[in-house]
């Protein structure tokens, strides 16, 4: 069963070929046998799964199961879950079980889709390589080897290897996008605004969005149609309408116009990575599309207007963390000073000090207007550079990572970790959508092209894959680990 | 603008984090090679530029002032370290 999409699975569903509980019960029989060489799951809910699975099986008896009821999905663990412990990948979370339900998981509950536990991640979404984690390392099934990229690396690991046919994500400056790419499976980032951030626990949210993790393009057309929309609890999700993704998937693609950014294809760029991108932009020529180089002036800015931007917010929304009220509390505190400085000294990891300390100097007397206005100007500038290039073109292609899957621990310097994102960052900060989709190997890690298109233009980039994904099979490849170990 | 120990002391304090002499002095030289990459903003030319809060320009939306929680303290407090009588329980504050 787990050779096939989610798409295929709600068609296996429906015609009576399976029932969500032999589903169900297969992926956890999987997660059980593998997931102890991967570490792609924080906690799995095998008890609940099956009774959720059972109460799909009965509504489709009743006639009453809409088209993904009884899928087995696994959400990444910064949604917060009714009942479930939620822990951000963080021990200042190891205890916490949320009271409610994240908008995304009510909306995917109402769906009828089945959560079989929350995936690991980089320690409140902050990293690239899943190395951040209070609960270990994350491995990429294509080489165990290798980093599955981050911050949803778990989410990313757990579909490649078929643990789970989709996962959902959250991407802050490419957490969705370069695990896709690192896994060999397709991620997308939505408009900011498209999914309510509600119940996701917030990293920088001037920046975040969720979004699906999943085989194809079309599993990702299914799943965005259920969690996009807007939420009064939300206030920055969008009041516009949420089109059908999936009736505009097969439309023909000759006349669209792509543009190569110039800027992601320098310095720094691996060279089969450079050679997988550009043959798949020779299948999309194929396909009747046109290609024409284009500038993104600023690019080279993004990463350093990113991380003051992001520390920035991370420094104010994480300081809700203080030992009173929910999370890790230290032992014995002297006094409630005390208790606030060792509950977050002890319960954060470094990579979040870094952040928090990096946004408070920065937001503070002094400092503020050279840093935060600058940063904030300057992102101004790098969402004009994207509005200006959709001007002429559809859409832009380009490398989703610089370089394939990197060795784990080979990136000890923070700032080098940083680097990674330079094709990412930048989309969050002008808030448009983008698509990573497998297209190729190098040394038997994945390739991920990076499809970015203008705000709202979710359809057209799932479209845009899709028919990639006619022409070509990179997202249909396994991971020998799929078959060896699971 | 080169980052001083007592920079990092006074976020850390800001911040509310115990930071020991040890690990101040791995702040300081992580946290300056990040602020040397931040820098390169400063040769950019932003001259009227207005800064960007929102990718969407949004603004604030307003709703009905209408009560539309439910009290749901005893649900939310089960998640504290510590409560007693509804209420939290932090370190003696006032003597």
């Known amino acids: 069963m787990y050779e096939k999409t989610l798409t295929q699975l709600a068609a296996a569903l429906k015609s009576g070929e399976f029932s969500s509980r032999e589903l169900t019960a297969h992926y956890l029989q999987r997660i059980e046998k593998a997931d102890g060489k991967l570490n792609s799951f924080i906690s799995v809910t095998a008890e609940q799964a099956l009774k959720h699975a059972e109460i799909a099986d009965n509504a489709r008896a009743a006639g009453t199961a809409g088209p993904l009821a009884g899928i087995p999905l696994a959400l990444k663990d ?26 995304v998981v009510e909306k995917l509950n109402a769906a009828g889709t089945i959560s079989l536990g929350k995936t690991n991640m980089d320690e409140f979404a902050m990293g690239s390589s899943n190395e951040n984690s209070y609960y270990g390392p994350v491995k990429n ?29 959250t991407d802050t400056g490419g957490s969705i996008r370069q695990p896709a790419a690192f896994c060999g499976i397709t991620g997308l980032k ?22 699906p993790m999943a085989r194809s393009a079309e599993d990702c057309a299914h799943l965005l149609g259920v969690i996009a929309g807007h939420d009064g609890r939300d206030s920055t999700s969008v009041t516009r309408g949420v089109p059908d993704y999936v009736e505009n998937l097969n439309a023909p693609l000759s006349g669209l116009k792509i543009g190569l950014p110039k800027e992601y294809f320098g310095d720094g760029l691996d060279p089969d990575v450079e050679k997988a991108v550009r ?6 020529e194929s396909l009747g599309a046109t290609v024409r180089e284009v500038s993104l002036p600023h690019t080279h800015y993004a990463i350093p207007a990113y991380y003051v931007i992001a520390p920035a917010e991370a420094s104010s ?27 977050r000294a002890e319960g954060f990891g470094e990579e979040v000090k870094r952040r928090i300390l ?103 980039l799932l479209n845009v894959a899709h028919q990639f994904q006619q022409a070509t099979d990179w997202h249909l490849q396994r991971p020998a680990f799929a078959e060896e170990y699971a | 603008m080169a980052l001083e120990e007592s920079h990092v002391r006074r976020a850390a304090h800001l911040a509310r984090l115990a930071v020991s002499d040890d690990q101040a002095s791995g702040f300081v030289e992580d946290l300056s090679r990040i602020l040397d990459m931040v820098d390169q903003l400063q040769s950019l030319d932003t001259e009227g530029v207005k800064p960007l809060a929102h990718p969407l320009d949004a603004t604030q939306r307003l709703r009905a002032d209408e009560v539309t ?27």
């Open chain 1, 190 to 211: 939505p408009t900011y605004g498209r999914v309510s951030r509600f119940g996701i626990i917030a990293y920088a949210s001037s920046l975040d969005q969720a979004g």
């Open chain 1, 78 to 103: 910064i949604f917060c879950t009714r009942d479930v412990k939620t822990s951000c990948g963080s021990k200042m979370l190891d205890n916490f079980i949320a009271p409610y339900n994240a908008t």
């Open chain 1, 141 to 169: 099934p294509w080489d165990l080897t290798a980093v599955p990229g981050g911050s949803s690396g778990g989410s990313a690991a757990a579909v490649a290897a078929g643990l789970i046919p989709a996962a959902m994500g």
């Open chain 2, 69 to 95: 929680e439910s009290n749901q303290r005893d649900t939310f407090q089960r998640c504290a370290p510590a409560v007693e009588n509804g209420l939290y329980l932090v370190p003696r504050v006032v003597e």
């Open chain 1, 317 to 343: 929304n994480l300081s809700r963390y203080d030992g009173v009220r929910f999370g890790y509390r230290c032992d014995n505190p002297s006094d409630l000073i005390d208790l606030y400085t060792r509950s």
């Open chain 1, 358 to 460: 990096i946004g408070t100097h920065t937001l503070s007397e002094g400092f503020f207007d050279a840093y935060y206005t600058k940063a904030q100007k300057v992102r101004r500038l790098i969402r004009q550079d994207f509005l200006d290039a959709f001007e002429d073109v559809d859409v832009l292609m380009g490398p989703a990572s610089p370089t394939p899957a990197f060795d784990l621990g080979a990136k000890k310097d923070p700032v080098s970790m940083y680097l990674q994102d330079i094709y990412t960052i930048a989309v969050n900060l002008a808030g448009i959508p983008g698509i990573s989709v497998p297209a190729g190997f190098s040394n038997g890690r994945p390739v991920g092209l990076q499809i970015l298109g203008t705000h709202f233009a979710e359809a057209q």
């Open chain 1, 279 to 284: 043959e798949a932009v020779k299948v999309y």
